[in-house]
Nanobody, 124 residues
């Protein structure tokens, strides 16, 4: 069992930065893939970024160069640093973990544990 809790969302202006945190409990997550997804109203949940081990990171094209995913194994926490935010980044952001099954990091269906989400709103 893995419990995931996101935090760090909020209301910011375009161009600002936010750092989201995904705190894990229940087991050590240092060796399991963690992903960030987002869902805007009326849209499907979409892949944002993922990290596997400590050095393998993956990003959606829409956030590449602006967002950075990282993990602090001592704190069992994964971060999503979001810079140069745009209004189109507005969504509920979820972190998720894969503990079993096929590793398709960009697919939400691969993840078997999810957090409750944190709202990010970017005003223009």
């Amino acid at each position: 069992q893995v419990q995931l809790v996101e935090s760090g969302g909020g209301l910011v202006q375009a161009g600002d930065s936010l750092r989201l945190s995904c705190a894990a409990s229940g087991r050590t997550t240092s060796n399991i893939p963690i992903g960030w997804f987002r869902q805007a109203p009326g849209k499907e949940r979409e892949f944002v970024a993922a990290i596997r081990l400590n050095t393998n990171t993956y990003y959606a094209d829409s956030v590449k160069g602006r967002f950075t995913i990282s993990r602090d194994n001592a704190k069992n926490t994964v971060y999503l640093q979001m810079n140069a935010l745009k209004p189109e980044d507005t969504a509920v952001y979820y972190c998720a973990a894969i503990t079993t099954g096929v590793l398709i990091l960009r697919s939400a269906n691969s993840y078997n544990y999810w957090g409750q989400g944190t709202q990010v709103t970017v005003s223009s």
